[in-house]
């Protein structure tokens, strides 16, 4: 069974610019996970999708980060525009079907703000 | 204060040791809970869950004490493959899921 897919791996940009992450989850999976890591912390949620539908986007800063999964598969997770706090590790991570609630993490994309 | 509170460590123990962390939440209406392992540099992945009536798997041993709110996970017969961050996650009926900072534990020859 493949696991989570994310893109890119790695990613510098400059403070101001935009940048946008892509995840595919794990086949059948209905739930949808962003998480942000920073160094030497746990992985922070912002945002959780059931199916296409929010669940849980209380912790997202909305005025510069916005996440979609329009059909209900893959998400996409933009910042715009980034400040140099928001380098760190963004996580997918999905759930559901016979792996319950376990949570399923991608590799991550490892964010650079210079 | 926190959500989810672990220990800080590091802990740094030779090989055969016994470790404990210990992570304790806040949340009462928080209804599961597990453990996650994570590697440096690599993605979290989940250990064990947490059972009411405590649980083991192998080497490993994790306890709830859902009155104190208190969850604690036991390593016996530390290998050097042990060493990781090791994360506490609780879990609302909700559905939302809230990570510890971690505990990182490296094992000595």
């Known amino acids: 069974e493949a696991g989570v897919a994310q893109s890119p791996r790695y990613k510098i940009i400059e403070k101001r610019q935009s940048v946008a992450f892509w995840c595919n989850p794990i086949?059948?999976?209905?739930?949808l996970y962003w998480y942000q890591q920073i160094l030497g912390q746990g992985p922070k949620l912002l945002i959780q999708?059931?199916?296409?539908?929010?669940?849980?986007d209380s912790q997202l800063p909305k005025d510069r980060f916005s996440a979609e999964r329009l059909k209900g598969v893959d998400s996409t997770l933009k910042i715009q525009p980034a400040k140099l706090e928001d380098s760190a590790v963004y996580l997918c991570?999905?759930?559901?079907?016979?792996?319950?609630?376990?949570?399923?993490f991608g590799p991550g994309t490892r964010l650079t703000v210079l | 204060r926190k959500e989810v509170e672990q220990d800080p460590g590091p802990f740094n123990v030779p090989e055969g040791a016994t470790v404990a962390f210990n992570c304790t939440y806040s949340?009462?209406?928080?209804?599961?809970f597990f453990w996650y392992r994570q590697d440096c540099r690599k993605e979290p992945k989940l250990l064990m869950s947490?059972?009411?009536s405590g649980n083991e798997d192998g080497r490993f041993t994790a306890q709830l004490n859902r009155a104190s709110q208190y969850i604690s996970l036991l390593i016996r017969d530390s290998k050097l493959s042990d060493s990781a961050t090791y994360l506490c996650?609780?879990?609302?009926?909700?559905?939302?899921?809230?990570f510890g900072d971690g505990t990182t534990l490296t094992v000595k020859p």
């Open positions: 991570a999905s759930s559901g079907g016979q792996g319950g609630n376990e949570q399923f």
């Open positions: 086949s059948g999976h209905a739930t």
């Open positions: 999708f059931q199916n296409n539908g929010v669940v849980d």
């Open positions: 949340n009462s209406a928080s209804q599961s």
């Open positions: 947490v059972y009411s």
């Open positions: 996650v609780v879990r609302t009926n909700a559905g939302k899921s809230t």
